[in-house]
């Protein structure tokens, strides 16, 4: 009695440890995941605001196919970016809250609108409700000497603060951001 119990038990346990194997896991997303922080060294656990965002890629096609002009852009892929504020600070001159925020975009020639967005976890710019905005300002636009095939961004370290820096293709632009101490 006591082997046919023993034997019962290791053929579940030889089920269950197959079941728990054999799982599925997507392939790696076509528009990766990324963050950038500041202070962004991995030393400074004191970090004052975090983006975290998808990398769409050109692939040949126009920046202004996948970001239109005058449009609301998700700002990168997949969901709605979400910039994190650990401190209470100003972005574009707009006083903003520590807290979790959507970044949306407006692209245009003279300037992008950067809009932060009370309402998280937003699959693209489709449910984009404009009455959650926070902030809306605008951003310099400027032109790199490199092209980016992925969009990126950075926190550049400026006086009395940082700029949001959003690039793609020879695209630039910068938001500046000041902390309240």
Same mark, same amino acid.
């Given at each position: 009695?006591? &082997? @046919?119990?023993? #034997?019962? #038990? *290791?053929?579940?346990? #030889? @089920?269950? =440890?197959?079941?728990? %194997?054999? /799982? !599925?896991?997507?392939?790696?997303?076509?528009?990766?995941?990324?963050?950038?922080?500041?202070?962004? !060294? +991995?030393?400074?656990? !004191?970090?004052?605001?975090?983006?975290?965002?998808?990398? $769409? /890629?050109?692939? !040949?096609?126009?920046?202004?196919?996948?970001?239109?002009?005058?449009?609301?852009?998700?700002?990168?892929?997949?969901?709605?970016?979400?910039?994190?504020? +650990?401190?209470?600070?100003?972005?574009?001159?707009?006083?903003?809250?520590?807290?979790?925020?959507?970044?949306?975009?407006?692209?245009?020639?003279?300037?992008?609108? %950067?809009? *932060? &967005?009370?309402?998280?976890? /937003?699959?693209?710019?489709?449910?984009?409700?404009?009455?959650?905005?926070?902030?809306?300002?605008?951003?310099?636009?400027? =032109?790199? =000497?490199?092209?980016?095939?992925?969009?990126?961004?950075?926190?550049?370290? @400026?006086?009395?603060?940082?700029?949001?820096?959003?690039?793609?293709?020879?695209?630039? %632009?910068?938001? $500046?951001?000041?902390?309240?101490?």
């Amino acid at each position: 009695m006591k &082997n @046919v119990l023993t #034997l019962a #038990l *290791l053929v579940c346990a #030889l @089920v269950f =440890s197959g079941e728990a %194997v054999a /799982q !599925d896991f997507s392939g790696m997303d076509k528009s990766p995941m990324d963050m950038a922080s500041y202070p962004s !060294d +991995y030393k400074n656990s !004191d970090k004052a605001v975090r983006v975290i965002y998808s990398r $769409p /890629q050109l692939k !040949d096609r126009a920046l202004s196919d996948l970001a239109p002009a005058g449009k609301v852009w998700r700002t990168g892929a997949n969901e709605a970016a979400e910039i994190t504020f +650990y401190k209470g600070a100003t972005i574009g001159g707009e006083k903003v809250n520590p807290g979790t925020y959507a970044l949306f975009t407006i692209p245009g020639e003279d300037g992008w609108t %950067v809009i *932060l &967005n009370k309402n998280l976890n /937003q699959w693209g710019s489709y449910f984009y409700d404009e009455s959650g905005d926070v902030a809306r300002v605008k951003g310099m636009v400027s =032109s790199g =000497s490199d092209s980016l095939e992925a969009f990126s961004m950075t926190f550049k370290e @400026v006086d009395n603060g940082v700029h949001l820096i959003m690039g793609w293709g020879t695209t630039r %632009v910068a938001v $500046p951001i000041t902390f309240v101490m």
